[in-house]
């Protein structure tokens, strides 16, 4: 265990600064492969995979193999002529519950606040302009007894739309092109008197014409067939705007540089160093297999999503370029009016959301008060000083203020990045596996054109679902991403040395372990469980 030192009470500072001036060599950000995003490369020893993570994560594997050999040998030669035949690709991986329930109206709309994507929805309180819809057409779908200007002015519309997206052309598989439809969904919150206060309806789904054509709006009322290929639609945009986009880009990479930073210009024995380190573990060894396997030609990005593997990887930048570290996540709520349970009464990644994010906020604070008892502590504190700078400078990361001026700064800063590292990225990495291998729920993309017209039937919805490898092939990137789970939030793999840090810490697992309590009995009257916040399924870094 090592002991904590602010740099300004260091013992022995010349051995700390002999050891930094090494790791300045060792963490060197690199800006030539996704400009302007900053990457750890090559990434230092100390960095990679252990012995131990390594043995455990190909253990997690052992159902994936029969399942893969299975699946091929039973479909290898038959084509995927129903819906229900992608559910034959999981002969011995569990069965995800979404199987079910994957074409009604209210497991679609569930999955906007609990399912792999919850960050996309918005509140809002006019209608899009591209997306006109009357008031007889909004009773037709949500009941007579509802009025659309009503429901504006009670805040009770919400909205998807992937501006994101507008790059991505599509693909090629086989040298036939891949799509991706470009939706924009309305939803409507209808009270009740259930346990949850009500549920949200899907009301309209607009698909773009990118011929130049009329764009479609499908409700509820039209053909069942028309209105499933609507929404399957919206669930194509989602998983490629999650998995580039909320996952990728606002997850990992937005991390990378701070982790490389705070190795750079953090002491090893500093406070922050020993708080940050659990959450920075195998990190940019992990960011660095998803730049040479995935982003690269031919790779699982290139092959299962949309787009090119160039506008995938132009669709990354853009959702790094609107990611900001002093947005904490209330403010993220706030920003797009999902925060307020009096308007909305059930959004699961909110409500557990926050339970988690106050136990991290309130930890952090009780961490770093021990350190810092005066605004000169901070002020004094050079190591976290330059480390501001440095991520202002080198790191480019938006909202950074230039230097910590006050313990509220970096408490806000510093939850921020643990949040992000731990139940942010684990939410999304974990939901995966629910909602993305059953492939009818949720592909990848589109391999025949969306339909310019009504009255689509079920032939021409198989032809645009991913044929028989491409579905094998996302089944088994989705258990490899989601399977696994090294550690758990708060249970770190070194005690603290300081016995006021260690009690911190046992008051953080006592916090989260009456959070997950919460967790549990609000699941009891959740249409769908929402486990992925529980604090028992989130890791301490983003590593897999």
Known sequence: MIKPYLPQHEPDAIARQ??????????????????????????????????????????????????????????????????????????VLPKPNVIKNYQADWCFAEQRLSGINPPAIRRIDALPENLPISNSSFQHSVG???????????????????????????????????????????????????????????????????????????TPNDAPLDWFLAKTCVQMADANHQELGTHFAKTHAVMAPIAAITARELGENHP????????????????????TQFLQPTGPTEELLAGTLEESVQLVVQAYEEWSIDTTFPLELQQRQMHDPEILPHYPFRDDGIL???????????????????????????????????????????????????????????AVVIFTCAPLHSCLNLAQYEYMTFVPNMPYAA???????????????????????????????TDILSAFQYDKLGFYEEDFADPKAQEVLQRFQDNLQQV????????????????YLKPSRIMNSINT
């Open 272 to 291: 922050l160093t020993l708080l940050l380190k659990p959450h920075f573990r195998f990190m940019l060894f992990d960011n660095e297999l998803g730049r």
């Open 447 to 477: 391999y025949h054109p969306i339909p310019t017209t009504k009255g689509v039937d079920m032939a021409t919805i198989v032809k645009i679902m991913p044929p028989f490898q491409r579905a094998i092939d996302q089944i088994l990137w």
């Open 516 to 531: 997950e309590e919460k967790i549990e009995m609000h699941n009891q009257i959740r249409p769908i469980p929402y486990n």
């Open 356 to 414: 988690v994010w106050n136990a991290i906020h309130q930890f952090v604070t009780e961490y770093l008060q021990i350190y810092y008892h005066t605004p000169q502590d901070i002020s004094a504190d050079y190591e976290v000083q330059n480390w501001a700078r440095e991520l202002v400078d080198s790191g480019r990361v938006k909202g950074m203020p230039e230097s910590i001026d006050t313990l509220a700064q970096l408490i806000d800063i510093i």
């Open 144 to 218: 007579a007894e509802h009025n659309l200007e009503q429901a504006l002015k009670e805040g009770k519309l919400y909205c998807l739309d992937y501006p994101l997206l507008s790059g991505i052309g599509g693909g090629n598989y086989q040298n036939l092109p891949k799509y991706l439809p470009k939706p924009q969904a309305l939803f409507y919150w209808r009270s009740d008197n259930s346990k949850i206060g009500g549920s949200l309806v899907p009301v309209a789904i607009k698909i773009l014409n990118e011929l130049g054509g009329k764009n479609l709006v499908y």
């Open 18 to 91: 002999n050891r930094l001036i090494k790791n300045r060599a060792d963490y060197v950000l690199d800006y030539n492969y996704l400009p302007p995003i900053p990457l750890q490369t090559p990434v230092p020893q100390q960095e990679r995979f252990s012995a131990e993570y390594t043995a455990r994560r190909l253990a997690s594997f052992a159902n994936l193999v029969p399942n893969m050999l299975m699946a091929r040998a039973r479909n290898a030669f038959d084509p995927l002529d129903t819906l229900e035949e992608y559910a034959d690709l999981l002969p």
